[in-house]
Every structure is written in structure tokens, then in C-alpha cells.
């Protein structure tokens, strides 16, 4: 079952209030997310005319105990995998029939971006849905 994250208006929360901890409206935020097994997952990326990406988070929250991540703290987390994936393909050629999917200063930006849910691919392996807000950039 995939884990979401709503907000009062609507399904998914933009990236660059993660980004910049803010989770304004995020219902459930203190819900704890027991679904995911072990100490760290993977968040696995897959862009349109990019390489497969993938970051090792953890999944729990080890401020004062071990337990598992609050959805909001999750949600924190994931925003931080995405940003890695377009600090490390910024510069990255995308493959031209991709070319509308393109990262970076000429293309899509993390504040074009809304982080919807997160699905379980495989044990240990989670996959975001993004939803693009923006599109005026994309040619």
C-alpha cells in the first residue's frame, strides 16, 4: 500500500516546502510509517532520459528511540533524495526523445514539483510519484 501525502487542497505537497521543512497542511504528519522493514530503503528514481537513480535513506527516526519515521519526517527525506538525483544530473545531457523532460536551469525544477506518495517496488526499495505543477518551462 502506497504511503501518501495529502494536504487539506489536495494530494501531494510541493518539494521545495520539504526542502525547506515546511509541511504546511500535511495530514497525518505525525502518523507513524511502520511499513518499511530494516534501518534504511532505498528511494529509487526513474526520469524520462535519465539513468536509474537511487539513494539510501533511513527508515527509521533515531532522534530519541528507534522508531519508525513520522510521514512527515519521510516526507523530508524523500524531498532529499529527489534533490540529490537533480544536483547529480544538472548537467546531465537528457536523451533527446526525453528531451521534454529535461532537468535543470532550461527544464524542470524541484519547485515545479509535488511529491504525491511513495510505493513500495521491491523489499527495501520505494519509488516516489511526482506530479509536475509547472509546465511552462518545458518546451
Known amino acids: 500500500m502506497p ?10 505537497i510541493p518539494l521545495e516546502q520539504l526542502l525547506h521543512r515546511r509541511t504546511i497542511h500535511l495530514q ?15 528511494i529509487r528514481i526513474e526520469w524520462p532520459g535519465y539513468p536509474s537513480f537511487t539513494k539510501q535513506i533511513a527508515s527509521k527516526d533515531w ?11 519521510l516526507a523530508f527525506k524523500v524531498a532529499g533524495a529527489v534533490h540529490a538525483f ?25 519547485e515545479h514539483l509535488v511529491l504525491v506518495s511513495l510505493h513500495r517496488v521491491s523489499q527495501g526499495s520505494w519509488q516516489p510519484k511526482l506530479c509536475l505543477i509547472r509546465n511552462d518551462t518545458l518546451q
Not at 497525518?28 to 532505498?42: K, L, P, V, Y
Not at 530519541?64 to 519515521?69: D, E, G, I, L, Q
Request: aromatic content about 4%; overall charge positive; proline content about 8%.
Open 86 to 110: 537533480f544536483k547529480k544530473h544538472a548537467n546531465t545531457p537528457c536523451d533527446p526523445p526525453n528531451s521534454r523532460w529535461r532537468i535543470g536551469p532550461n527544464g524542470i525544477r524541484i
Open 63 to 73: 532522534r530519541k528511540k528507534r522508531s519508525p519515521n513520522t510521514r512527515e519526517m
Open 3 to 12: 504511503v501518501v501525502f495529502n494536504v487539506a487542497e489536495g494530494a501531494g
Open 28 to 42: 497525518a504528519g505525525d502518523e507513524r510509517i511502520s511499513d518499511m522493514s530494516g534501518d534504511t530503503i532505498s
